[in-house]
């Protein structure tokens, strides 16, 4: 085989490599191979506008972007949520477990390093990924920012304090919470990672209803937004960072 022949395979060969397979993608980002790879593996998936990713077209403030995502038209099929900032220097955002009366229905905010797409993959129960997909302008610098919480005086002394409540909403009812924590990232000043890393909101016997791994993609104090089903007087919310911190709250 000559040496030209051989680069014509090698570049068909990248081309046609699902890594390499970006017409399909309609952001036309450079990364969404990579993302796909890693967080999707070999796993059919397909462009999907039944999972509605919304976020702002200008983030006014790269530390505090609010994002939700709408799989609630994939009904009970939804095993897990997964979101990517593809552009941000720690792209994990989350990965959601909805199960029981909680619907594939999360909002949050999160931090950009700068404009990028966002990405929302919905996995059903037949193994195919479902993704949203959508863009986010931003002057820059969310990730890397320093902490405007730890610049609070006595903010240790509120660590893991939880604000929120239920709200009705259809038939069922809207759970929005605020937990007060600075979600280091580790890229600020020196200050190493630390970051609440998991949630669960369980029910009054104890049972898991939904859970959330977290990344510290998501904003300090971060912000939660959950759709439920029917009221539960006895929900609780569980958290731990990184740390070994737990936290906890009933609404």
Do not use: K
Request: net charge negative; charged share 20%.
């Amino acid at each position: 085989m000559t040496v030209r022949s051989m680069g014509l395979a090698l570049g068909w060969l990248l081309l046609s490599s699902p890594v390499w397979a970006g017409d399909s993608d309609p952001l036309q980002s450079p990364m969404w191979g990579f993302h796909q790879t890693r967080f999707l593996g070999t796993a059919p998936y397909e462009f999907d506008e039944r999972v509605v990713l919304t976020a702002p077209p200008f983030a006014e403030d790269s530390r505090q972007v609010p994002i939700s995502i709408d799989a609630s038209a994939l009904g009970q099929e939804v095993v897990r949520i997964v979101a990517w900032a593809e552009l941000n220097p720690i792209a994990h955002i989350f990965s959601f477990f909805p199960e029981g009366p909680v619907a594939p229905r999360i909002a949050l905010n999160i931090r950009v390093e700068q404009a990028t797409p966002l990405r929302a993959a919905v996995l059903t129960r037949d193994g195919v990924w479902h993704v949203g997909s959508t863009r986010v302008d931003a002057a820059g610098g969310g990730c890397t920012a320093p902490s405007a919480v730890r610049a609070e005086a006595g903010w240790e002394e509120h660590l893991g304090e939880i604000f929120g409540a239920r709200f009705p909403a259809g038939e069922g009812s809207r759970l929005r919470l605020r937990v007060s924590h600075p979600m280091d990232n580790g890229l600020s000043g020196g200050i190493p990672e630390f970051f609440i890393e998991r949630a669960e909101l369980r029910g009054a016997a104890g049972q898991r209803l939904a859970s959330l791994e977290l990344h510290p993609s998501v904003s300090e104090n971060p912000t939660l937004t959950l759709q439920l089903g029917e009221a539960d007087a006895g929900q609780r919310l569980w958290l731990r960072d990184n740390n070994g911190n737990e936290f906890e709250a009933a609404f």
